[in-house]
């Protein structure tokens, strides 16, 4: 993973605890009233030995979101939820009953809390590009979720995000590396909606 490339691993006594990193960027991550990220999405498959990586945006406001990743467009106002695949001009229009908090069913979950359901261990601070890092592992609770670690990489100076790692206990991971990250912007409702009557053609999946 190229946030990892020649990096410097720094430890000391009086490095920061896990859990006050964690609350830390929680803290900040929700004190956001809007998000925008720029990004790259990393399937990693240990057991076949192959990765595929995808770029991908990001933008959300409250419980709504836009998510454009794998030639798929997806809307979420808060109720309604628009999959829109441009290749083949086809939307699918359901309204989620509940969400497991998976990236593609929630991906605004990445930059919510981690504070609570997980132990935190502090694995370092690291200076990449003259800029440094903290990088701290999460252990879940709950044994029965997908995943044994969430591995996040954020920046020591303002506590934005670079990098967050879901370590699979089939051997199969996913990582977001962020290369551009911006809060507090102005985005409108009606970027979280989709309307399929300014799509000539378009075959429309009615799953309400």
Not at 14 to 32: I, N, R, W
Not at 50 to 60: A, C, E, Q, R, V
């Amino acid at each position: 993973m190229s946030v990892l490339v020649g990096s410097t691993m720094l430890f000391a006594q009086t490095a920061p605890l896990g859990k006050d990193l964690v609350k830390g960027f929680s803290e900040k991550m929700q004190a956001y009233e809007s998000i925008k990220a720029e990004f790259t999405f990393t399937l990693e498959n240990l057991q076949e030995g192959f990765s595929d990586t995808h770029k991908g945006n990001l933008k959300f406001k409250g419980k709504s979101y836009f998510l454009e990743l794998m030639g798929m467009q997806v809307y979420f106002d808060g109720k309604t939820k628009w999959q829109y695949i441009p290749e083949a001009n086809e939307v699918t229009i359901s309204e989620p009953t509940s969400l497991d908090g998976g990236f593609f069913d929630d991906p605004t979950q990445i930059f919510r809390s981690y504070e609570q359901d997980f132990k935190s261990k502090f694995m370092g601070e690291k200076i990449e590009k003259k800029v440094s890092l903290y990088e701290v592992d999460l252990y879940p609770e709950d044994i029965s979720v997908p995943y044994s670690i969430i591995k996040i990489i954020f920046k020591k100076q303002n506590l934005e995000p670079v990098s967050i790692k879901y370590q699979g206990k089939d051997g199969i991971n996913y990582i977001i590396d962020v290369k551009a990250f911006s809060g507090n912007q102005n985005l409108k409702d009606n970027e979280f909606t989709f309307t399929p009557a300014e799509h000539k053609g378009i075959v429309i999946v009615d799953m309400l």
